[in-house]
């Protein structure tokens, strides 16, 4: 294997360029690289990047300015992702000794560019910019955890909330066919994977090309499936979520009873301003049918703290929607000006510092929040997913159905291994975790001698 024929990746930002990274690693890997976990080793550095928020952009740029001592040694750097597809060839202009600058909705042409790649060119582009139809599927997808992996179902996003990059980094909305989507969970399934997270920027705008099936038949067929334990998806879009999907949740045991539903803002005014398309009352409604489902389904959100025009009393509605709504998350974040998005024009009287503070009590709040509801587990037997093993505590970790993390002792020196199903009692609780005892010290499991060492790091939700 020559050098060049070595890739380095580094991934920024969601699940999606979590999966998208899988898919490139597979893509390279038939073209003949072979990945390797060092950069000093790899002919070629790919940098997969995310332009959500400003502080993940500039985490782009750093890097990319450590990367330049590494320059020397005839390697070739290529920048992937969201803030490739919105910089564009500026990033050659700012990083010259980058020759590949390529947007998530030009991958499928990664063979022909990797090609060029070797020839020697040196300004490769792949920004594709909302004009393509086509979506990125691949038979090779590189999945880093044998047990559990995503599958994208929907690729892009036509919602231009106001404040979002999403739109112009990741094109035009774009869904792929049921029966393709279908065949690759199958294909998991029978290769060993039990849990399967349906990945898009907005899930529940899925249309199948094929007419065939809605995105709640999407999610059953899958949980049907043979040796399938497990189906999530991420992330919904409030104003296209349907009914039918609590009741396909009701009705099918695979399907996790967890939902996350972004509500960005708990004021009808600010979500007028956003762009969102619904409002506080239309968002309860939706979150009143989750309520009434038979199963206890958990809910997660993001909240946007300080967006332009957010007066104290809009504020204030996001703060007593925490208490209404009874989520088990909440991840939130300080409003970040982007390049192109609507909101960057809007006037903003609010200062930083005040937009800190809120930040801060909305946090509070929702602590406070979790500690009651984490608390609600107290005795409870649930089937946790065994993720990793805790050396140090001595604790096998996990995941249940919602989402939770599940830290436990088994009473034996053996732990199970990654991926066995395992039912826990719950005997403390915290306001992010749970921590409990194996039931039957999980004498039902299949053992391992191996302890498993690695947890894995989850990457932050997608928009
Ligand atoms: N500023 C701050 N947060 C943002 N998000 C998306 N765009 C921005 C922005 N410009 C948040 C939203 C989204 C999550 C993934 O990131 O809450 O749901
Ligand atoms: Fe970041 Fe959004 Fe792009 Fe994901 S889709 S990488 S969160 S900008």
Request: hydrophobic share 35%; with cysteine; net charge negative.
């Amino acid at each position: 294997m020559s050098a060049s024929k070595t890739f380095y990746i580094e991934t920024f930002g969601c699940q999606m360029n979590a999966h998208d990274s899988e898919k490139v690693v597979g893509t390279l890997e038939r073209q003949g690289y072979a990945q390797v976990v060092d950069e000093a080793d790899a002919g070629l550095i790919l940098y997969n990047t995310c332009s959500i928020r400003d502080k993940a952009e500039q985490k782009v740029f750093h890097r990319l300015n450590e990367y330049k001592k590494l320059q020397g040694e005839g390697k070739k750097f290529g920048v992937l992702g969201c803030v490739a597809q919105q910089e564009g060839e500026a990033i050659f202009d700012r990083a010259p000794y980058v020759s590949l600058v390529a947007g998530s909705a030009s991958y499928r042409k990664l063979p022909e560019m990797l090609a060029r790649l070797e020839a020697g060119e040196t300004r490769i582009t792949g920004l594709d910019d909302r004009q393509t139809d086509e979506t990125f599927e691949t038979e090779f997808t590189a999945r880093t955890n044998p047990h559990r992996g995503y599958i994208t179902i929907i690729e892009g996003c036509d919602k231009f909330c106001a404040y979002c990059v999403v739109p112009y980094t990741r094109g035009k909305e774009r869904s792929r066919t049921s029966d393709s989507v279908i065949e690759e969970a199958r294909r998991m399934a029978d290769s060993g994977f039990t849990e399967v997270q349906f990945l898009g920027q907005n899930v529940n705008s899925y249309r199948d090309p094929s007419g065939k099936k809605s995105f709640a038949e999407l999610l059953v067929a899958v949980g049907e499936l043979p040796g399938m334990r497990r189906v999530r998806f991420t992330t919904s879009h409030p104003r296209d979520f349907t009914r039918d999907i609590v009741e396909a949740i009701d009705a099918t045991p695979t399907l996790c009873d967890h939902v996350h539903l972004p509500v960005q803002s708990g004021s009808s005014q600010v979500l007028s301003l956003m762009a969102r398309e619904y409002t506080r009352e239309q968002y309860l409604e939706r979150i009143s049918w989750i309520k009434a489902a038979r199963r206890e389904i958990s809910m997660t959100t993001d909240i946007i703290v300080g967006f332009p025009g957010e007066t104290d009393a809009d504020f204030e509605q996001t703060v007593t929607l925490l208490g209404e709504v009874g989520y088990d998350a909440v991840f939130a974040f300080q409003y970040s000006p982007r390049p192109n998005t609507p909101s960057l024009v809007m006037p903003d009287s609010t200062p930083p510092q005040m937009k800190s503070e809120r930040l801060q009590i909305l946090m509070d709040r929702q602590r406070e929040i979790q500690r009651v509801s984490y608390g609600r587990h107290l005795g409870e037997v649930m089937e946790v997913m065994v993720e990793g093993y805790n050396p140090q505590r001595g604790q096998v970790t996990g995941r249940s159905s919602q989402n939770k993390t599940v830290n436990f002792t088994t009473g034996s020196l053996i732990q199970p291994a990654k991926g066995n199903y395992l039912p826990v009692r719950i005997t403390q609780t915290f306001p992010n975790s749970l921590v409990g005892e194996a039931v039957n010290g999980g004498a039902n499991a299949a053992a391992s001698a191996i302890p498993c060492i690695q947890n894995e790091v989850e990457a932050a939700f997608i928009g």
